[in-house]
Nanobody, 126 residues
Framework: QAQLVETGGGVVQPGGSLRLSCAASGRTSSPYPMGWFRQAPGKERSFVAAVDKSGDITYYVDEVKGRFTISRDIAENTVFLQMNSLKFEDTAVYYC???????????????????WGQGTQVTVSS
């Protein structure tokens, strides 16, 4: 069993930046493919970004491409989501997730991830 803890959320003005961190502990002897998802009020949880075990391959949902960057520090068992040029519509609870079984090519599906953090609130407000 792996435990994931997200930090770094907060309130930011439009155009601002935040950096989310996801620290993994527990059964993490080898790095897992990881992802970030978000859930806005009244909406379903949706895919934001994903990174493979090595950190070399990344994926993004179209609306965050060019603004968000996912990365990982394998030695520290931590995954990051750097969010720049934030917009009102980025407001959501952000969750990190681990896929110990691998993605099976389906990195955007929440069902491919077995471990989830508790979430961190990101609010973009003027």
């Amino acid at each position: 069993q792996a435990q994931l803890v997200e930090t770094g959320g907060g309130v930011v003005q439009p155009g601002g930046s935040l950096r989310l961190s996801c620290a993994a502990s527990g059964r993490t002897s080898s790095p897992y493919p990881m992802g970030w998802f978000r859930q806005a009020p009244g909406k379903e949880r949706s895919f934001v970004a994903a990174v493979d075990k090595s950190g070399d391959i990344t994926y993004y949902v179209d609306e965050v491409k060019g603004r968000f960057t996912i990365s990982r520090d394998i030695a520290e068992n931590t995954v990051f989501l750097q969010m720049n040029s934030l917009k009102f519509e980025d407001t959501a609870v952000y969750y990190c997730a681990a896929a110990p079984r691998g993605w099976g090519g389906l990195w955007t599906l929440a069902s491919q991830y077995d471990y989830w953090g508790q979430g961190t609130q990101v609010t973009v407000s003027s």
